[in-house]
């Protein structure tokens, strides 16, 4: 017999690694896209919408991978060749190439054997699809117009309901057209028309995307009075997934802050970040969220904390903001107007230009502050030589503001010209016992809402009890053998796991 020649045990355990790698090869763009549709198809049959999700849920990733090619292989394999949808779809394309045209029509045996059409919703998915490849260059906008308003209509005349996922990610595409194109305003009676109509059919996800899109219009143009109304008047649908709700508590964020009401608009900028993507998935509306929340915090009288500005998606983009928070905290009013001065182009982009101006006066009190603390007595006239004011009127104005605040505690001598400062408040007192109660009270609350929340599995108390009751009658059996007077050795196994 010949021998048989054996792989040594490191071989083998190398060789599994590699067809590992070789079965994980990632789908090209046109057989996700394919598969994607097949997903869609399984959502409308099983009335589950949850597959339809899953295909949205890659659509910012596959979106960065499509072009012409990909799109025409894509409808080339789903429709046959004399579809009048593909036909449709291939018109809002450009001409395809003679070598391109011919491998799409060479392929018509494929679809000959898929006698069904697909769904509706396949058809819409792939122009969605076409509508973000039209966004990326600016010579395709106006095609990009009559094919969002085109889908627009197609989706109003099927009018189903396996569609409203779908639907919702078409709107925003809508609105990425109008403003792109520079007419943002234009679309915003499509979109209060297309939210009433959402709101009688109790289609949420389609309600929760056009709300947000009516307020992000009426915010592009700070028209916050009418962005108030419509939120006052309206109810965000509670069913809307994670990302439409980020957005929405995002621009309430920016609405209350508008209003001065900085307490609602933290509460409200701290749900869209916990409701937010991860950092990596969405840096830009991480950064949107952080930079407003920042000054919100700022005008609040609170400092952010300094590891905010070195995670690294933000370290960059919170440059500017980083120089503001150095200034309020040192209370220098010249550093304060450097920074707004050199950085005012980002703070207009980031339309935080006019809270940020608000932050002078909390500069100021700051200042006056550490000067409190240093000082038991110093003239106006120092006063506004250290913080760099106009004259000593404004300083008078100033202090005498910030003691009637509570900022510090002291008093104006306007005969001699200064501010003398009492000593340091005590930790005590009903002030500090209110503080606590406050705190006190938030921690019950916020336990009794932790409980209310938990879920338990139904009937679990009666396998507890079960399982006590055998627990006793197994005590009681070895309790009975032992007054007996068993031999307990030999029956030490079965005691051992009765035991």
Wanted: charged share 30%.
């Amino acid at each position: 017999m010949t021998d048989v020649e054996m792989k040594p045990a490191d071989q083998k355990k190398e060789e599994k690694p590699v067809e590992e790698e070789k079965k994980a090869v990632p789908l090209t763009p046109a057989a996700e896209i394919k598969a994607n549709i097949a997903l869609i198809e399984r959502a409308v049959a099983t009335l589950e919408p949850r597959f339809t999700h899953r295909v949205l849920r890659s659509l910012t990733h596959l979106r960065k991978r499509l072009d012409d090619r990909v799109l025409r292989e894509a409808i080339g394999e789903t429709y046959s060749a004399d579809s009048p949808v593909k036909k449709s779809l291939l018109s809002w394309l450009p001409n395809a190439p003679s070598e391109q045209s011919m491998e799409i029509d060479s392929a018509p045996q494929l679809s000959k054997q898929s006698q069904t059409e697909p769904v509706p919703e396949a058809e819409v998915y792939l122009r969605l699809l076409i509508l973000h490849h039209l966004l990326t260059s600016p010579s395709t906008y106006p095609t990009a117009m009559k094919l969002a308003h085109d889908t627009i209509e197609k989706i109003q005349a099927l009018n189903r309901r396996s569609m409203d996922p779908i639907a919702a990610k078409v709107w925003y595409a809508v609105e990425r057209v109008y403003e792109l194109s520079g007419d943002l305003a234009d679309a915003r009676p499509h979109f209060l028309a297309a939210q009433r109509t959402a709101a009688l059919r109790h289609d949420d996800e389609t309600e929760a995307s056009l709300i947000n899109r009516i307020l992000r219009s009426y915010l592009q143009y700070n028209l916050y009075d009418q962005a108030d109304k419509l939120v006052s008047k309206t109810t965000f649908p509670s069913a809307a997934g994670n990302p439409q709700h980020a957005r929405y508590h995002y621009y309430l964020g920016r609405i209350k802050a508008v209003q001065l009401n900085y307490t609602a608009a933290h509460t409200n900028l701290q749900q869209a970040i916990r409701r937010a993507p991860p950092a990596k998935t969405a840096p830009g509306f991480y950064q949107a969220v952080h930079k407003l929340t920042i000054v919100v915090e700022l005008l609040m009288g609170d400092i952010p904390e300094r590891s905010l500005f070195r995670h690294p998606v933000l370290e960059k983009a919170l440059a500017g903001y980083f120089e503001i928070v150095k200034a309020v905290r040192n209370g220098s009013l010249s550093q304060f107007q450097t920074t707004l001065s050199k950085y005012a182009a980002e703070f207009e982009a980031d339309k935080t230009y006019t809270l940020i101006v608000r932050l002078r006066q909390n500069v100021i009190k700051t200042g006056i502050r550490r000067l409190s603390l240093s000082y038991s007595r110093i003239s106006l006239r120092d006063i506004c030589v250290k913080l760099h004011l106009d004259s000593e009127e404004d300083a008078e104005y100033i202090v005498g503001k910030a003691i009637r605040d509570g900022v510090i505690d002291g008093r104006i001598v306007h005969e001699k010209g200064w501010m003398e400062c009492g000593g340091q408040k005590s930790g005590y007192g009903p002030e500090v016992s209110d503080v606590f109660s406050r705190r006190i009270a938030y921690c019950l609350e916020l336990h009794n809402q932790s409980v209310k929340a938990m879920r338990y599995p139904l009937n679990a108390h009666r396998k507890e009890l079960a399982a006590a009751e055998g627990a006793r009658e197994r005590e009681k059996e070895l309790a009975k053998e032992i007054q007996e007077g068993g031999d307990l050795d030999d029956e030490g196994p079965d005691l051992g796991e009765g035991f």
